[in-house]
């Protein structure tokens, strides 16, 4: 067995994830060393991790060619929960394990979208807007119009850790909640213990107040929501997206929502426009500046312990490897893999 130390690991840094000094300081405690890239053309890339032991990242693009030419590689170990930027099948051919950190900001998630529920359901931007401009009438005609929380079904789709915890904050409200999820045949004992109702996607969009989507982007959820789905919703309704952008179709939503067809939404992420930069033009967004919208740039995982737990659970995943054992079932994004280089299981 080699010494850890020994193994190449490269961490990528691209677009705008630098590593810290705590992290660096993370890689030394374990005995192991980091080889920081901050490249994302493929081109650039390929020489740079062709003789990785490790691969680790964030938000970098890792397509086809740059998996193929990573013939050393063991692991990519993705900080973070989503692998749609990561040709995840092509390593699974080529025996590279990829591990992520899926419950690293389960609590923040559900903050957020609770957050965003709760601002929506208050019309806190109107409210805000109102004492800036000194028109205290118009918040109050506005607010008149409020409907009580408790007296409101929030609806689920998807019911992973995010949306479990979602509904926990959701019930603590005295809300009705709804769920959905592709696996239908899955045991409904943590919703039965919560009071969440599981049913289908046409129940959920139909009779919630706010729909909250809890899903990964994969072939099957691309613009899951889209016009047809987001006619199915009620006029009065929210939609509320911190998971992917591209669940939902942008175009679409703006539509209903210009057209008050949909009451309004807050959004965290985004198919059409690039947050993973340090400025974007003004009002790039179609629903920008809109009081019945929110909008947020990707940041629903942030708080000081996500980005101490996304560090130490990617930390975990990349010795577990590199010591020849496999990280634990819920952290291995392609469980059939057949690793180029053989792991067992601890005892």
């Known amino acids: 067995m080699r010494m850890l130390s020994e193994y190449k690991i490269v961490?990528?840094?691209?677009?705008?994830?630098?590593?810290?000094?705590?992290?660096?300081?993370?890689?030394?405690?374990?005995?192991?060393?980091?080889?920081?890239?901050?490249?994302?053309?493929?081109?650039?890339?390929i020489p740079l991790v062709a003789d990785a032991d490790i691969v680790t990242l964030i938000g970098t693009k890792l397509p086809t060619p740059v998996v193929e030419a990573m013939t050393r590689c063991r692991a990519i170990a993705r900080m973070g929960t989503g692998t749609d930027k990561i040709d995840v099948a092509r390593a699974t051919e080529?025996?590279?394990?990829?591990?992520?950190?899926?419950?690293?900001?389960?609590?923040?998630?559900?903050?957020?979208?609770m957050a965003m529920l709760l601002s929506l359901a208050r019309k806190l931007t109107v409210a805000q807007n109102g004492m800036a401009e000194g028109d205290l009438v118009r918040v109050r005609r506005a607010v008149a119009t409020n409907q009580r929380v408790s007296t409101s079904t929030l609806g689920l789709v998807g019911f992973g850790r995010?949306?479990?915890?979602?509904?926990?904050?959701?019930?603590?409200?005295?809300?009705?909640?709804?769920?959905?999820?592709n696996n239908k045949r899955a045991p409904t004992d943590e919703a039965d213990a919560l009071g969440v109702t599981?049913?289908?996607l046409e129940t959920v969009l139909r009779e919630s107040d706010y729909v909250s989507l809890h899903l990964p982007l994969n072939a099957a959820t691309y613009h899951l929501i889209d016009g047809a789905a987001l006619a199915l919703m009620k006029p009065t309704a929210y939609l509320i997206n911190t998971s992917r952008g591209a669940l939902v179709d942008?175009?679409?939503?703006?539509?209903?929502?210009?057209?008050?067809?949909?009451?309004?939404?807050?959004?965290d992420?985004?198919?059409?426009?690039?947050v993973?930069?340090?400025?974007?033009?003004?009002?790039?967004?179609?629903?920008?500046?809109?009081?019945?919208?929110?909008?947020?740039?990707h940041v629903a995982a942030g708080s000081v312990q996500s980005a101490i737990d996304i560090r130490m659970i990617a930390m975990e995943n990349i010795v577990d490897i590199l010591s020849g054992y496999w990280p634990p079932p819920e952290n291995i994004v392609n469980p059939t893999v057949i690793p180029r280089f053989p792991l067992k299981e601890r005892g």
């Open 11 to 45: 961490r990528l840094t691209a677009p705008i994830f630098h590593t810290s000094e705590t992290e660096l300081a993370d890689f030394a405690a374990h005995g192991l060393s980091a080889t920081v890239v901050d490249v994302e053309e493929p081109d650039a890339l």
């Open 94 to 113: 080529l025996g590279i394990v990829v591990t992520n950190t899926p419950y690293f900001c389960v609590e923040e998630q559900a903050d957020h979208a």
């Open 162 to 181: 995010s949306a479990v915890h979602t509904a926990r904050r959701a019930r603590g409200f005295g809300m009705r909640v709804l769920a959905t999820r």
């Open 198 to 200: 599981m049913t289908d």
């Open 250 to 267: 942008e175009a679409a939503l703006a539509d209903a929502i210009h057209s008050g067809r949909l009451a309004g939404a807050g959004i």
């Open 269 to 274: 992420t985004y198919e059409g426009i690039d």
């Open 276 to 297: 993973f930069i340090d400025v974007i033009p003004p009002r790039l967004h179609p629903l920008t500046g809109l009081e019945n919208v929110i909008l947020t740039p």
